[in-house]
Each structure stands twice: as structure tokens, then as C-alpha cells.
């Protein structure tokens, strides 16, 4: 059987705030993934596992906390408050999740902001990325 190589990259683009999956308009690559890249949502095509990791980007001065989300359940989560207080500055901080799990076709994996501002601006500072390592 050949191997099907699936794959995707894709970045957020300005500021974030909305509680709820993460949009990563900005796709880089994408082979087979079943990203929605409007929704930041994926819809797993072919049964087997993968690995995921979000990098995100805290706005100034407000905390940040997000999880890679995978059929309801979060199978990591990141959080910062670097700065929140306010103190004369505006530190800014990355934050990274990464999973590695077994998905079934037409599971549903996402990052999700529980709570917080991130800053896409323009650069790619917000990515998610995930990939196929075996079928099951």
C-alpha cells in the first residue's frame, strides 16, 4: 500500500480574542489534512496517529490560554500571564502545546482560546502544525 503523506501548516493573521477554535487563515502547506482553514478546524481524512503543536503569541499586558483540542478533550493546554499586572513594560511571551495522538476519520482536532489576546500580526506568530506519523 503507498503512503498517503499528510501534512499542513498554517498561521492566524492580526489580533485574536474570540473564545472558541482558532482561525489560521494563512496556510503555508497543506497535503490531505482536512483543514478548514477559516475555522482552524480539521477534520481527520485518514485513521492513524498524529502529532500536533500550536505556537501562539501573547498581547501585550493580557494573559494567553490555549489547548490543542481533540474531539471535545484537550490533550494539551499553554497559559501565560507575563505581565498582566500591568508593570511599566509590555512583555510578551510565546506559549507552545504539542500532542501526539490516535485519531479516527472524521475526528475533530482544533486549538482553542480559552481565554486571553494573542497577536497574529503579520508575521506568522500564531502557527499550528500537524502531520501524520502511521496509519492504524
Excluded at 498554517?10 to 482558532?22: D, M, W
Excluded at 478548514?36 to 490560554?65: L, M, P
Excluded at 494539551?76 to 510565546?94: H, I, P, R, V
Aim: charged residues 10%.
Amino acid at each position: 500500500m503507498p503512503y498517503n503523506a499528510v501534512y499542513f501548516t498554517a498561521h492566524a493573521a492580526g489580533t485574536i480574542s474570540i473564545v472558541g477554535p482558532i482561525p489560521f487563515a494563512n496556510v503555508l502547506v497543506d497535503r490531505n489534512s482536512g483543514l478548514d482553514h477559516s475555522t482552524g478546524e480539521i477534520t481527520i481524512r485518514t485513521a492513524g496517529v498524529y502529532h500536533f503543536v500550536s505556537s501562539v503569541r501573547q498581547f501585550c499586558k493580557n494573559i494567553a490560554w490555549i489547548s490543542i483540542v481533540h474531539n471535545g478533550k484537550n490533550v494539551c493546554s499553554a497559559y501565560t500571564n507575563m505581565n498582566q499586572g500591568g508593570e511599566l513594560g509590555c512583555d510578551e511571551s510565546m506559549i507552545s502545546c504539542a500532542s501526539t495522538i490516535v485519531a479516527n476519520k472524521n475526528d475533530n482536532v482544533h486549538v482553542k482560546l480559552h481565554k486571553g489576546i494573542l497577536d497574529g500580526a503579520t508575521d506568522p506568530y500564531c502557527t499550528f502544525t500537524g502531520f501524520l506519523i502511521a496509519t492504524v
